[in-house]
T-cell receptor, first 111, second 117 residues
Framework: AQSVTQPDIHITVSEGASLELRCNYSYGATPYLFWYVQSPGQGLQLLLKYFSGDTLVQGIKGFEAEFKRSQSSFNLRKPSVHWSDAAEYFCAAFTGNQFYFGTGTSLTVIP | DGGITQSPKYLFRKEGQNVTLSCEQNLNHDAMYWYRQDPGQGLRLIYYSQIVNDFQKGDIAEGYSVSREKKESFPLTVTSAQKNPTAFYLC????????????????FGPGTRLLVL
């Protein structure tokens, strides 16, 4: 079955530290891949997307993600986290005719 | 400003009552979607519409209905048949559904929280 997995339900990092959020997909071909961020009580905001080409994609707010076909992964990274980055992060994949969302990773940033 | 609006922000439903959630977009997008979000479960697709006057069931369509009479609007009705309606409902749109990759990017509204009295 096609799916998107975010193994980490919750992550806590210190402000200024680096961040990596994991995402794995299960699909025969390479899907279109997305990362979204959601603040409490708000909709989802698109951070970045990957369709083809360069496997390292840059997004908004200083985020980047790297597509690794061999690992079926699309991990989100940020070199230095800010307190305002605290939110819920969702990985998503479009596979042929449907979007699949991961269950989300909640990020807490401590001073 | 272009974007997706959802109203109301909060909605209360009584037992046996149907309620309708509004979703409007001025992005000139052909495709629109409704998702339900529950804690720890991510987003689940309720209905989607690829084009005006067409819509398809998603994974959890039972107890819901939609219409797509205008390109800009995709209202969702939560019927009395939906026994567990309390959730956060998100509407999204994309330029198209089956075209180029960039057209499939979904943009989301701010959401409506539905609560049962």
């Amino acid at each position: 079955a096609q799916s998107v997995t975010q193994p980490d339900i919750h992550i806590t990092v210190s402000e200024g530290a680096s961040l990596e959020l994991r995402c794995n997909y299960s699909y025969g071909a390479t899907p279109y891949l997305f990362w979204y961020v959601q603040s409490p009580g708000q909709g989802l905001q698109l951070l970045l997307k990957y369709f083809s080409g360069d496997t390292l994609v840059q997004g908004i707010k200083g985020f980047e993600a790297e597509f690794k076909r061999s690992q079926s992964s699309f991990n989100l990274r940020k070199p230095s986290v800010h307190w305002s980055d605290a939110a819920e992060y969702f990985c998503a994949a479009f596979t042929g005719n449907q979007f699949y969302f991961g269950t989300g990773t909640s990020l807490t940033v401590i001073p | 400003d272009g974007g997706i609006t959802q109203s109301p922000k909060y909605l209360f439903r009584k037992e046996g009552q149907n309620v309708t959630l509004s979703c409007e977009q001025n992005l000139n997008h052909d495709a629109m979607y409704w998702y339900r979000q529950d804690p720890g479960q991510g987003l689940r697709l309720i209905y989607y519409s690829q084009i005006v006057n067409d819509f398809q069931k998603g994974d959890i369509a039972e107890g819901y209905s939609v219409s797509r009479e205008k390109k800009e609007s995709f209202p969702l009705t939560v019927t009395s048949a939906q026994k567990n309606p309390t959730a956060f409902y998100l509407c999204a749109s994309s330029f198209d559904f089956i075209g180029r990759g960039s057209g499939k990017t979904q943009y989301f509204g701010p959401g409506t929280r539905l609560l049962v009295l």
